[in-house]
């Protein structure tokens, strides 16, 4: 019993010495006193996918924070993996949402781009670009390029992805600069994703 005691006293003193407050009831913490990416407004960097509602799937897209991609979640309906893709890209194209506007994400993606998925050959994801492109910087693009294909090839089955522009292929920009006309995969991205 002796020993116990002692156990208990040795305890007591190490969390009193370590500065760990001892309260005798809660204490409701402000919501400003809480760290940024505690609060409610915070977004997490990588966020994984939910346990979606009822005829619905997540699916995963890539944003821009602080000059790196970072993935977030919508829910869509389910259906074919075209249509998922094709509501992927849709979900690129219309952006962030305030909350997530507010906590810092943006979109690389100009403004004036359209994207429509063209054709799903295999595993490989065919994207026609048309409206405005002309304007972004050399990063712009490359993390724009990165957005679509990373949010491309999380839908499963969709392996690599090719742009088109009026039916003609387009070289696309990798993560180190350098152009390239072959089919692209995420790992020719993931230096781009956040942590």
Same mark, same amino acid.
């Given at each position: ?8 006293? #040795?305890?007591?003193?190490?969390? #009193? ?9 809660? @204490? ?49 309906? /389910? ?7 094709? $509501? *992927?890209?849709? &979900? ?9 506007? $507010? ?7 100009? *403004? ?13 994801? @065919? =994207? ?8 972004? /910087? %050399? &990063?712009?693009?490359?993390? &724009?390029?990165?957005? =679509? @294909?990373?949010? %491309?090839?999380?839908?499963? *089955?969709?392996?690599?992805? *090719? ?14 600069? /350098? ?6 995969? &995420? ?5 781009? $994703?956040?942590?």
């Amino acid at each position: 019993m002796r020993r116990l005691w002692a156990l208990t006293l #040795v305890v007591v003193l190490l969390l #009193v010495g370590c500065g760990v407050p001892v309260q005798e009831s809660p @204490v409701q913490i402000q919501p400003d006193a809480l760290p940024s990416r505690l609060r409610e407004t915070a977004l997490p960097r990588d966020v994984a996918p939910t346990t979606p509602g009822p005829g619905q799937v997540s699916v995963v897209v890539h944003f821009v924070r602080d000059d790196r991609l970072v993935r977030l979640v919508r829910e869509l309906p /389910s259906g074919p993996v075209q249509d998922r893709l094709t $509501a *992927t890209v849709a &979900a690129l194209v219309t952006g962030p949402t305030d909350r997530e506007r $507010a906590a810092g994400i943006s979109s690389a993606l100009p *403004t004036g781009l359209q994207l429509t998925v063209v054709a799903l050959e295999g595993d490989r994801a @065919v =994207i026609e670009l048309s409206g405005e492109t002309d304007g972004s /910087s %050399a &990063a712009e693009n490359v993390l &724009a390029v990165g957005q =679509i @294909v990373l949010s %491309a090839t999380a839908v499963p *089955t969709v392996r690599e992805v *090719t742009f088109e522009r009026e039916g003609l292929p387009v070289d696309a920009l990798l993560a180190d600069g /350098s152009l390239t006309n072959r089919p692209l995969t &995420a790992a020719d991205y993931a230096a781009l $994703a956040a942590g």
